[in-house]
């Protein structure tokens, strides 16, 4: 099983960047797919989560209204876009796939089973 997470760049605060994880190695239709972040000395958090098959999604508080996760079935694709990006969403950012078995989409890192390598995102004041 592969995550490939990419899309990651230097964005000026108020900016947008579009993310992608691109899954492969299996068929993900069961599963959970997640977005998780990662600051200087702090712990991986939550960021937004979606449940392949029926598309419903979740957000942490600090994202909603500026993150949008949507994915591409033919692609077996996940994305994150955000946007009014401000300097503390500067992280690295990671993918994660996990099994849909939970009957709501975990914000947990134990929700997830697959990682990706995880993608740099910063923004700049």
């Known amino acids: 099983v592969q995550l490939q997470a990419s899309g990651g760049g230097l964005v000026q605060a108020g900016g947008s960047l579009r993310l992608s994880c691109a899954a492969s190695?299996?068929?993900?239709?069961?599963?959970?797919m997640g977005w998780f972040r990662r600051t200087l000395g702090k712990e991986r958090e939550f960021v937004a989560a979606?449940?392949?098959?029926?598309?419903?999604?979740y957000y942490a508080d600090s994202m909603k209204g500026r993150f949008t996760i949507s994915r591409d079935n033919a692609k077996n694709t996940v994305y994150l876009q955000m946007n009014s990006l401000k300097p503390e969403d500067t992280a690295v950012y990671y993918c994660?796939?996990?099994?849909?078995?939970?009957?709501?989409?975990?914000?947990?890192?134990?929700?997830?089973?697959?990682w990706g390598q995880g993608t740099q995102v910063t923004v700049s004041s």
């Open positions: 979606i449940s392949w098959s029926t598309g419903s999604a």
């Open positions: 994660a796939a996990g099994p849909d078995i939970y009957g709501g989409l975990p914000t947990s890192l134990l929700g997830y089973a697959y």
């Open positions: 190695g299996r068929t993900f239709s069961s599963h959970n």
